[in-house]
């Protein structure tokens, strides 16, 4: 009897010692895990560091030299662009970036111009060699002047060209398709998106608007007394939907 009270304790002890190691592996794995991300927490920031002092220092180098930091870091020309419209903002700021590179060379506004007319193709250059044609004809309208001389006026008239009014030319035609065909609600939601991109005055879509409900909301409508807001008129237009939805 002894014997087997001896034997039972002695392997419930191994038991408690094997459950007490594999807590202690475990832990110990945790640990691992935990500096293991660590380290490459640290090697990762480490390397961003090095990208930063070899940067910081080639621009010490080159002032010290009296060079321009493009020069010796030779960073990537600005993706040519070409008239897409969803890429033009991209441009732009590809171009500022570059300058930054480049602060003596291009220092000034004409400079700048200039080096943009090497990064147009396509459309927008066939838009752009005429301004540049007649800016060295010596003939120059005061236009032609403000885009090649002033760097800000050009990006302007680039996003009037390629930019902000094909954008609205677009919302023009969506908004002018769209009819309601559904709710009022989804209807009404996307009218707005697009009366934002139009530049429309609000208080003057109204007519614009109920033209393009459904018959049996312009029946109720009609019923009722006109907000000078669009914003309350939809709002009437929506309720009068629900209501006969329901």
Same mark, same amino acid.
């Given at each position: 009897?002894d014997?087997?009270?001896?034997?039972?304790?002695?392997?419930?002890n191994? &038991?408690?010692?094997?459950?007490?190691l594999?807590e202690? $592996?475990? @832990?110990l *794995?945790? /640990?691992?895990?935990?500096?293991?991300?660590?380290?490459?927490?640290?090697?990762?920031?480490?390397?961003?560091?090095a990208?930063?002092?070899?940067?910081?220092?080639a621009q010490?180098?080159?002032?010290?030299?009296?060079?321009e930091?493009g020069?010796?870091?030779?960073?990537?020309a600005?993706e040519m662009? &070409?008239?897409?419209?969803?890429?033009?903002?991209?441009? $732009?700021? @590809?171009? *500022?970036? /570059?300058?930054n590179?480049?602060?003596?060379t291009?220092?000034t506004?004409?400079?700048?111009v200039?080096?943009?007319?090497?990064q147009?193709?396509?459309s927008?250059?066939?838009w752009?060699?005429p301004v540049?044609?007649?800016y060295l004809?010596?003939h120059?309208?005061?236009?032609?002047?403000?885009?090649?001389?002033n760097?800000d006026y050009?990006?302007?008239?680039l996003?009037?060209?390629?930019?902000?009014?094909?954008k609205?030319r677009?919302?023009?035609?969506?908004i002018?398709l769209?009819t309601?065909?559904?709710?009022?609600?989804v209807?009404?939601?996307?009218?707005?998106?697009?009366?934002?991109?139009?530049?429309?005055?609000h208080e003057?879509?109204?007519s614009?608007?109920?033209?393009?409900?459904?018959?049996e909301?312009q029946?109720?409508?009609?019923?009722?007394?006109?907000?000078?807001?669009?914003?309350?008129?939809?709002?009437?237009?929506?309720?009068?939907?629900?209501?006969?939805?329901?």
């Open positions: 009897m014997k087997d009270n001896s034997d039972s304790s002695s392997s419930s191994n &038991d408690t010692e094997v459950e007490l594999r202690q $592996i475990l @832990q *794995q945790e /640990h691992l895990t935990t500096i293991q991300q660590e380290i490459a927490t640290a090697t990762n920031l480490m390397g961003q560091q990208a930063q002092n070899a940067n910081l220092q010490a180098q080159a002032v010290a030299n009296r060079r930091p020069t010796l870091l030779k960073p990537p600005p662009f &070409d008239r897409t419209q969803t890429k033009l903002q991209g441009f $732009i700021t @590809q171009l *500022q970036v /570059h300058f590179y480049f602060p003596v291009l220092n506004d004409k400079r700048r200039t080096y943009t007319h090497s147009l193709k396509g927008a250059l066939d752009f060699e540049i044609r007649e004809s010596g120059r309208s005061q236009r032609t002047i403000s885009i090649i001389t760097f050009f990006v302007e008239v996003h009037q060209t390629f930019g902000i009014q094909d609205k677009k919302a023009e035609h969506k002018n769209l309601q065909t559904g709710s009022a609600s209807f009404s939601t996307k009218y707005l998106q697009l009366l934002a991109k139009t530049g429309w005055d003057h879509t109204i614009h608007y109920f033209d393009r409900l459904k018959k909301v029946e109720e409508l009609y019923k009722e007394d006109r907000p000078a807001s669009i914003h309350n008129f939809i709002t009437i237009a929506i309720r009068i939907d629900d209501q006969q939805y329901q």
